[in-house]
Structures are given as C-alpha cells and as structure tokens.
C-alpha cells in the first residue's frame, strides 16, 4: 500500500487507472508514474532557492511529492490540473500545497493573479501526444509566456511513444519556443520506460 509520499501505491495505481477509463485524453496514463521518474523529474532542479515552481497535471502526486519535499521555505509551489478529482487528491495529501483546478492553458494568468510571474521552473506530466493540437499550442505559449528567461520546462515522454510524429512535433514547437533544443535522459525504471526532457528558455 501507499506510504503517502511516493504516489506509486496500489490506492493510487487504481486511481488513476479510475480516471483514466473516464478521461483517456486528458489523464494518458494507466499506471502512477514510478519514483525513479519522479526524481529524474527534478533533477537538477534547485528547489530549495527562493522562487516560483508551477506543476502542471499533479494527477496523483508522484512528482508532486519529489517536489515537495525539496522545497524551499521562501519557495512557492502551484500545481495546476484540469480534473476536480486529482486536484482533491493533492490537496488531501498536501493541504499546504496550492493546487488549483484549471486548465495548463491559462498558466500565465494563474500565475499573474498570484503575483507568481515570472516562474522559475514548470515541471509537467501532461500526456501531451494525446491531447487536441490546438490545446497543446495553447499550453505551450502560457508556458514560454509565464517562464523567465534562463527557466526552465521538464517533461516526459514513453520511450515507446517518442518517435512517433505527434511527440515529436511536440518537440519542435517546444524546441522553437523555448530558442534551444532540450536535455534528455532515459528512465528504464519505470512501466512503461519514458525520457525527460528539460529546455531551458533563451535569456
């Protein structure tokens, strides 16, 4: 069973698989991601600094608990996801966590009206092959529009799933928006196997 921080317990694998049945798009996982691909997930991330961390799709909380137990007293953490149920689940196991259900695609204005502008870094487990292309532009523009420059985005995607067109379009235009090309690392530890990507924004 769960033991409340690493959200790779059988009460959250069956979870997720729960809201993945009744959101297949929006939630593209049917198992919690592991804490090997959590940890890769901050990896190099300094946390503990004075800023501003934004986590889009916490779904249910794996990288929300590598990132919470790094943090900074002087930093702020806003997760933001899109389905009313995932967001009652980071706030029961994280009540000090501001968790908000709204759509990634109105980051910019989520972070203005919490005087969090400009955020240093957005870590991201949005399935974002699987979602509309026109949702996906949008998410990514709030995400170049609320970064500051030398910030940085981290994501990932299925080893599986990387070469097919629409992940790596999702590449391209990141790639574009962001003014470099990403850092990579494979994650084997985890079902099924997936790749991390971080940009950093061009000063």
Aim: hydrophobic share 45%.
């Amino acid at each position: 069973m769960s033991n409340g921080t690493n959200g790779t317990g059988l009460r959250e694998h069956v979870f997720l698989f729960s809201r993945f049945l009744r959101s297949p798009r929006t939630v593209g996982a049917l198992t919690a991601s592991s804490r090997a691909l959590a940890v890769a997930m901050v990896e190099g991330v300094d946390l503990a600094r004075p800023g501003h961390i934004v986590e889009l799709g916490p779904g249910t909380g794996a990288f929300t608990s590598a990132i919470a137990e790094r943090l900074g007293k002087d930093t702020r953490f806003l997760a933001v996801d899109i389905d009313a149920a995932f967001v009652r689940e980071v706030q029961r196991r994280w009540p000090a966590i501001e968790c908000v259900c709204a759509s990634a695609e109105r980051l910019d204005e989520l972070v203005l009206a919490r005087d969090m502008f400009p955020v240093d870094h957005i870590v991201s487990g949005l399935p974002f092959v699987s979602l509309p292309p026109l949702m996906t532009r949008q998410i990514l523009a709030s995400v170049a529009a609320s970064l500051r420059p030398g910030g940085t985005f981290t994501t990932f995607q299925y080893l599986h799933g990387y070469g097919l067109p629409q992940a790596a379009s999702f590449r391209r235009a990141m790639t574009a928006r962001m003014g470099g090309e990403p850092s990579s690392r494979l994650v084997v530890r985890n079902v099924p196997p997936a790749i991390v990507l971080t940009w950093r924004k061009r000063q």
